[in-house]
C-alpha cells in the first residue's frame, strides 16, 4: 500500500530536550516536505527537499532542522524544542510531472512541548 | 506568491442542507488547486483537486467544487450534508514548483441534526 509514515505519533516532551520524528515514504517520491498545523493558521511549510541531499527551508524554519539521506526518509529534528513548536506535524511527499501536483499525506504526529 | 483565503472559519448547515465552503485563491501562475478534509483526531484526506482540465471538478463522498478564474475562487459544494460531514475543510494551492502547497486557514464544518 502506497503511504508515507510518521513515527511517534503523539510525543509529549520538555523544553530543550532533542527529538526526532521520523517520516517514510514508500511511493519513490522526489519531493517530500514537513507542515505544522496550529488553530487557525492552517498547515505552514517547515521545510521541504527535492531530492536527496537536497533541502531547503519553508515558511517557518527556526527551531527545525531537516536532513534527507535517503530517498524514501526525511526526518524532522527539534535540537532544543520550546513550548511554541507545540503542534500537529505533517510530513507529505509529491512527485513532480504527476498531475496536479498532489501531496501524499502522513497521519501526523500531535508533539507537545512543556 | 500564491495565496488562498477560506471566508468563514466556522460553517453550521443541517442535515440534508446544501454545503457551501469558500475559498479564493492568488496565483501568478495557473493554479493547481485542492480541497483536504481532516476528520477529528485524523490525518488529511484528498477530496478533489483541479488540474486545468475540466472546471467543474467532482471529489469523494459526493463534494465537488467548480474552478473560476474570473473570480479567483474555488468553492466547496455538496447537495445535502449529512452528519458524517462534520470536519474540517482546508483549501490549499499549489506553490514553489509544486514542491509546497500553501494552505488556506481552515474551515470547520458542522452538521445538525
Known amino acids: 500500500e502506497a503511504q508515507v509514515t510518521q513515527n511517534p505519533r503523539y510525543l509529549i516532551t520538555v523544553t530543550g530536550k532533542k527529538l526526532t520524528v521520523t517520516c517514510s515514504q514508500n511511493m519513490n517520491h522526489e519531493y517530500m516536505s514537513w507542515y505544522r498545523q496550529d488553530p487557525g493558521l492552517g498547515l505552514r511549510q517547515i521545510y521541504y527537499?527535492?531530492?536527496?541531499?537536497?533541502?531547503d527551508k519553508g515558511d517557518v524554519p527556526e527551531g527545525y532542522k531537516v536532513s534527507r539521506k535517503e530517498k524514501r526518509n526525511f526526518p524532522l529534528i527539534l535540537e532544543s524544542p520550546s513550548p511554541n513548536q507545540t503542534s500537529l506535524y505533517f510530513c507529505a511527499s509529491s512527485q513532480p510531472g504527476l498531475a496536479g501536483l498532489e501531496q501524499f499525506f502522513g497521519p501526523g504526529t500531535r508533539l507537545t512541548v512543556l | 506568491a500564491q495565496s488562498v483565503t477560506q471566508l468563514g472559519s466556522h460553517v453550521s448547515v443541517s442535515e440534508g442542507a446544501l454545503v457551501l465552503l469558500r475559498c479564493n485563491y492568488s496565483s501568478s501562475v495557473p493554479p493547481y488547486l485542492f480541497w483536504y478534509v481532516q476528520y477529528p483526531n485524523q490525518g488529511l484526506q484528498l477530496l478533489l483537486k483541479?488540474?486545468?482540465?475540466?472546471?467543474l471538478v467532482k471529489g469523494i463522498n459526493g463534494f465537488e467544487a467548480e474552478f473560476k478564474k474570473s473570480e479567483t475562487s474555488f468553492h466547496l459544494t455538496k447537495p445535502s450534508a449529512h452528519m458524517s460531514d462534520a470536519a474540517e475543510y482546508f483549501c490549499a494551492v499549489s506553490a514553489s514548483g509544486g514542491n509546497k502547497l500553501v494552505f488556506g486557514a481552515g474551515t470547520i464544518l458542522r452538521v445538525k441534526s
Open positions: 527537499s527535492m531530492n536527496v541531499e537536497v533541502t
Open positions: 483541479y488540474t486545468s482540465a475540466a472546471t
